[in-house]
């Protein structure tokens, strides 16, 4: 059975010593999360993932969900009593507006707690935050009578939401979107389609379920131009806000896949059902982006989650194996063999996922940071630079956490050799689970040419320019401290090569768009490994100031930071080198094949 | 429900134009395998692979083995009349000696039609594929005796076999093993204790398992040196062959696990299981060596063989799933939108999968091939080559295809976007079936470890020293020839930083045993690419040779192998300067950290 311990001490120094949470206090919310409100949260949410939701992680692969004749689906045993200690923490609304009921927290907390949460149990988590995610659509999208009605009840966790977006033959290229929508007299609508992968679509953790559905309403454009977005309760609301009417949307059936099998992922039929209209009609697709970004972030939290759980795992498993001896002689001679703790390329294995870790971790808090600078800041400056930085990053983080997170699930794997690939220890489901993340929310190809194709020259570049100063910025600032040199140097010259990449795009790209596609994953790569070089520049920085102070006892952590970040820099970073050689060669031998000869 | 071809072009361009068959024809078997057997064969193998054992794929994963109370295991449906033609066809014996039953051709021709097996159904043939590794076992260390009774029966298929090695407490380190063996008054022994993750272990496809089980005699020494190979039959054979009683060793649970469910995964228990030595009193871990080299080789090939079906169902989704349009603008107007295969990034992706798969099938032909001189040459010389070679070899065949063979399972995945996840398109099946060949066999870490720390040392280096010099003299042969140059000189590159961290290890390994562990696995890999640009290097001269003649029309087939090889050279290899940064770091960062601080 695996087990799990939420990072704690790792956010605190994040937010206290890397990013400083105490600058914002000026913005709202901020104020309110006081060092103890923190520590509370931090503290709570810990207890409820390790002690709750870990436990039911494993059953909840084995028995899955069921889909009873009449539609119904249960949840695995377990998850019903979890989710009420979700809604009784009030897990759910922690950052969102006093107003409806939430408690107004950054945004940070919310993607903090979110990485425990995923940590724990993956497939449950996806039922608050599923939640979320409409949540944010109705508050940036919604009326005054559809916030009032859909809201409090929302940010509660006494009914859960919903995206239906993909349908069988179209996901990314949204569209192709079939699904209709009649306007009827009294202002709503009624809306027929099939929507397929709809997570959380139907189940028994809520007596209500908030779908929000794109659908194209009679008469309107083709093409992606024609899509407006609806709300749809699965029953709905008297005006009182009881429960009225079953609505005409039903789970046909439950996709069996590779993991995830705790939650729903459910066909969902549309049979007439009423709905209204959620924004503007035709602009559905642009609200559905509005609320993009955080979601993309939650996903990439998904995989830096499923990384550090199996490294975890991976960890506790090298120190109590024995077998073999170290290289360099005996070390436990009172023991049959060595722990594989000591062998050298275990160990490589368990500071390439920790080297990462730690780095997506303070990308992911950086980033939230800067969400919440975007949503509450009242300079207009703050606001555009921070929306610049979240745009660009956002598929940075969603493609790079999930595919280097898959990664490392199957590396922590590794270490238990065949006792990894059989169920018991949960290895292999952190690997199974860990897959989807690749691919929703956007196939990872689809951040890669988000990145080169819209974010790249998006204002002039005015994001990626930014970007790039910042970081030069931090090496000039460190260029004259020896200390610094193992973290700066290396991040510079990663950096040149993103550089480099970039001039080659603009030189390359405009005329033949192929050279950025073919080289737009590993573009994607490179700037991630730059980020992450990047913030373990300022991790380092942090740790050597407080190795000077040393106030807390912090020492040895604080050591073992300046170790990791050197390994990312000796042993992970070089990859840019490799990347860049790829994307300066050009689309040529990619595109050149007749498409018979595959 | 995936489909597969078997890649009989491919093969038999390897065996004519690549590496000349012909040339073998001096040795016993080879001049058996004239072009007609050898087109039969490949024929007969492809049926059986495509119509045969794919269609029971998907059904195998889904249903599994099922154990009944007394111990007995049901294998899937279908996979019982699927063995029936396994034995009929004769597939296990081709390469088997005719004095006990097998068809006597070359090795070569067996580790090809286990590729097109593994495609079409990786746990099926794996009951074939362990029987095919306890004859290799049997013939090299079986008694006059031993060898009458088991292996006529086992060439046929009649009955199976299994191997032994693995307990719950000991993988790698099979110094530890725990079962013992106590010898009786008729020469027998009775062997007592538990096995683990026995492949085959027990099934219902043939009515006798022959067991080959390491275990240590009362007495023997402990470590490494007190380990002995028994032969250990399901059933008693009485001395006129047919069965008699039933011997003390039973199934005790079958494994639950990721992947390859239609293969028996056995806890094996021996309760006073009578059995007999097999070879030398304690020499038993020397006994399995010997077949390791083939057995390795044979993972390996199970990592190609997932990739290639993986790539070959990709393949066919790029090109029938509509999804957005070309970058370079609208290519097919008359659908609603482009097949994905127009966009770069899937392009890449499919490239990067068959560069690597068409390499990967060369390597495992060349080396296949090196094995039959070993075996059959009676040139002392050319043998002790041929071992070399094969010693070198095996690691990375084994490491490199199963690491990237499943990499690129996960690749092909990805082209099928949610469909992937599902388990109807059956990609996810190929994810994880794949995934146990890092494992087994000695799991990828052990690889390289072998490769680094036994093979490159091993003789004053005398084997590495010939494959750099075969490289090498190809890339001088074809240095004048223009058209070549594409090939040779990227090659060039790599086999210098293969030789760069070959000179590090040998200058700070000796001192530092650390320093070639923790770069051991990117040595293994960047021998892996060296060994893969060398076989598209051999494999363009021979398509530019072919171009040149055309005589069979191959034209448009062996452009793209230019292609595709172009691709490997430009977006595939340049990773060795990555890997060559990373070996040269050394192991500081890697083993600083105190073992608390994981």
Redesign the interface.
Known sequence: MPSYRAPVDDVKFLLNDVFYIDRYANLPGFSDATPDVVDAILGEAAKLCEQVLTPLNRAGDKEGCKRATDGSVTTPPGFKEAFKQIVEGGWIGISAPVEFGGQGLPMVMTQIVNEFLCSANMAFAMYPGLTQGAIAALIAHGSVEQKAAYLPKMIEGAWTGTMNL?EP?????L??LRTKSVKQSDGSYKITGTK??ISAGEHDLAPNIIHLVLARIEGAPEGTRGISLFVCPKILPKPDGSLGARNAVTCGSL?????IHGNS?CVMNYDGATGWLLGEENRGLHAMFTMMNEARLGVGVQGLAQSEVAYQNA?TY??ER???RA??GVKYKDK??DPI?V?????????TI?SFNEAARALVVWTALTADLHHRSEDEKTRQAADDHMGLLTPVIKGVLTDTG?ANT?MA??MY??H?????HGM?QF??DA??A???EG???IQ??DLV?RKLPKDGGRALQAFFAEVQGFIKEHSADAAMKPFVEPVGKALGHLQQATMWFMANAMA???N???G??DYLHMFGLCALGYMWARMAAAAQAKLKTDANGAG??M??KL??G??FM??VL??T??QL??IT?G?????????E??
Chains 1, 2 share one sequence.
């Open positions: 993909t033959h179209c996901g990314t290229d569209g192709l397929i992968f996709e069996e896949k590779m993991g992922t960890v090298a120190k024995l077998q073999g290289l360099t049959p063999a703790i062998h050298p390329d275990v160990r490589r294995t368990l500071m920790k898959f199957v794997q590794q050799g065949g990894g690939y059989i169920a018991e292999e690997v199974r897959r989807i690749m691919i929703y196939a990872n190809g890669a040419l194709g033949k768009p192929d950025a596609g073919a737009s994953t040895a952590r050591s073992a170790v990791t050197r390994f000796e042993r070089p990859e080198a490799a050689a790829r060669a689309a040529g031998s990619t595109m050149e094949l007749p498409d000869m595959f």
